[in-house]
């Protein structure tokens, strides 16, 4: 796609944005700057965007899986809320920023390519999704970094840029050009978040 015609598209798919894209892609971004600035009410504006997305996938777009993925996200965004709210750590006044060890995140990778091997036979086998191994292997590490987001695991925003960089060319290829945009400040802004979060733990 040369530049012109990524212009194009871009100017293309911006006015065929409804009020509910608009809203989605709002709440999204800021969902990722408040977690940066470590905000619980990230969780707040998490809830909404994928609130909106599993009923626009399950009204709109008849998009079954990616429904339930978002509706797994509201889930995770109330447990977020909670964990960030309430839970402490070594009698401190909230929860703290942690790492984990090359060992955990061994298994975590293990784990996942697990993940995207079962989804991806799944997808595959039983759905007409394009990349089903690449969009698996994005789902199942996403799943799995919304957990360490939940534990404020600083590598979670490692993960984050990994994936939401593999979801700009991802989307690229399905000419998804306002998305592939969305997900270049998706990936700058998890940049952000590790900066800060670390930081935050010299404190």
Partial sequence: MDFQAFITDFAEQLKSQTPIDWAITFTALLYVWLAARESPWCWVSGIVSSGLWAWADFARYNLWLDGLLQAFYVLMGFIGLYTWLFAKQRNQAKLA???LSLRQHGLLWLAGGALTFALGFLFKKYTTTSFPYADSFITAFSIIATFLTIKKVLENWLYWVLFDTLAIFLFLAKDAVLVA?????????????YLNWKKEMLH
Avoid: E
């Fill in 181 to 193: 945009v969305v997900m270049v400040v998706y990936t700058a802004m998890a940049i952000y978040g």
């Fill in 97 to 99: 920023i942690q790492r």
